[in-house]
């Protein structure tokens, strides 16, 4: 099994900043994309940003230049670096990694349990 561990969560003022890490844990030989997803009370989860093994990044348009997502491989930790916060940011945010390992050798999606995050004044 696969578990995600979430940190870094919190309440920041507009303009704020937070820095978000998800490390894996577990049976794993590798893992594959990485990424950030959230979810606003009444909407739909959406995603934020994406990050492949070899550190090529993707991030939706409304976090773009915003957010930066990294991962160290060593570590098997993903990190969501968020700046200039806007409270439209506010969410519970999911970490999710692709990992492959001894029993799913083709990858397969493992989640976290979520951390909220609350951009207010």
């Known amino acids: 099994q696969v578990q995600l561990v979430e940190s870094g969560g919190g309440l920041v003022q507009p303009g704020g900043s937070l820095r978000l890490s998800c490390a894996a844990s577990?049976?794993?030989?590798?893992?594959?994309?990485m990424g950030w997803f959230r979810q606003a009370p009444g909407k739909q989860r959406e995603l934020v940003a994406t990050?492949?093994?070899?550190?090529?990044?993707n991030y939706a348009d409304s976090v773009k230049g915003r957010f930066t997502i990294s991962r160290d491989n060593h570590r098997n930790t993903v990190y969501l670096q968020m700046n200039s916060l806007k409270p439209e940011d506010t969410a519970v945010y999911y970490c999710?990694?692709?990992?492959?390992?001894?029993?799913?050798?083709?990858?397969?999606?493992?989640w976290g349990k979520g951390t909220l995050v609350t951009v207010s004044s």
């Open positions: 999710n990694a692709d990992v492959a390992g001894i029993m799913t050798p083709y990858g397969m999606d493992y």
């Open positions: 990050i492949t093994s070899g550190g090529r990044a």
């Open positions: 577990g049976s794993i030989f590798s893992i594959n994309d």
